[in-house]
């Protein structure tokens, strides 16, 4: 069993890292943050990269026996937004038939699909000691897919899964072996149904809905994105199959605003889970732990992980 904790990038320090090691977490993951910013703090991450100092981390987390993954939102930057003035025509359109560079863009576009691929390409070598799977997440929004007539007929499911073939292929030519996630979360948890997954395309599940879920139809969603598990599975294959969960974000519980919040993690309900994961066949079982940094140490003390280290053994 692989397991993970992701961080932001700036929250990376020593004694995260020995943390993650010390209680036995198999996998370091390194998350710019998401929503409409996600590009700035991709671009603060890559600056990070080039580093000595920030290198010299990640070489320590790699001495610890870590394993180092980036997942990161990156539709925004592998599209970047400036290029609507001279390229509408590679942006999505909207519900009101109007072309927009607000989120993703037109992947039925031929050049702006090659675009993306090939600077996905270039961010998988930018990332400093990475593993060979790879998560370039569409934008971090909800119903922000093309609606153009040559999108129209393809879900957000669909959308997603066609450029991840396309970034995968690129990329296989600078690492044969690479693999790449399809991030089934809100309007992505329906199965794709005009698009077939590429060899080496494996599910992440994120049950985001479970947390986050209000409206009047809440129980009906979660209900939902439980019930999407077996059939993702069934569409994805299990071998590689990956829970992305919640347990430690204490960025969702201090609502994306520093400073952090005291956090508690809710062991109960995190055993409960991981048994359910476990039973399904899943082979790696992560969660979130941004908002716990140098910052919350300095204010509320170290968080602890051992609890998830020890359930997910
Ligand atoms: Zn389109």
């Not at 600056?47 to 790699?62: M, Q, S, V, W």
């Not at 790449?180 to 199965?191: G, K, P, V």
């Amino acid at each position: 069993m692989r397991s993970q904790i992701l961080i932001h990038p700036e929250e990376l320090s020593k004694n995260w890292i020995d943390r993650i090691a010390d209680a036995g977490v198999t996998v370091l993951g390194i998350h710019p943050w998401g929503g409409k910013h996600a590009e700035k703090s991709i671009q603060q991450m890559l600056e990070f990269l080039k580093t000595p100092e920030y290198r010299g981390l990640l070489d320590y987390a790699a001495e610890r026996g870590l394993e180092i993954e980036y997942e990161i939102h990156a539709a925004g930057y592998l599209l970047p937004r400036d290029l609507f003035e001279t390229h509408p025509e590679y942006f999505r359109m909207n519900e009101n038939g109007e072309r927009t560079p607000d989120w993703n863009f037109c992947v039925s576009d031929p050049k702006a699909l090659s675009f993306v691929a090939k600077r996905a390409a270039e961010l998988a070598l930018a990332l400093y000691r990475s593993g060979k799977r790879f998560y370039f997440w569409m934008d971090d929004g909800k119903d922000v897919h093309c609606r153009c007539p040559r999108c129209r007929d393809l879900s957000p499911s669909d959308q997603q899964l066609l450029v991840i073939n396309a970034m995968l292929s690129e990329i296989k030519k600078h690492i044969s072996d690479a693999k790449m996630a399809y991030l089934a979360y809100f309007d992505s948890l329906s199965l794709p149904e005009m698009i077939k997954a590429s060899p080496d395309v494996f599910l992440e599940y994120a049950p985001m809905e479970k947390y986050v879920a209000k409206s009047e139809d809440a129980a009906q969603r979660i209900a939902r994105e439980q019930a999407m598990i077996g059939p993702l599975m069934d569409f994805f294959g299990r071998e590689d199959a990956k829970v992305l969960e919640y347990w430690y974000d204490n960025s969702l519980y201090s609502k994306w605003k520093k400073p952090p919040k005291e956090f508690h993690v809710d062991r109960e309900a995190m055993a409960k889970d991981i048994d359910q994961y476990k039973a399904l066949g899943f082979s790696c079982i992560s969660t979130f732990g941004c908002f716990l940094g140098a910052d919350y140490e300095e204010l509320f003390g170290a968080p602890d992980i051992v609890p998830f280290a020890e359930l997910t053994k």
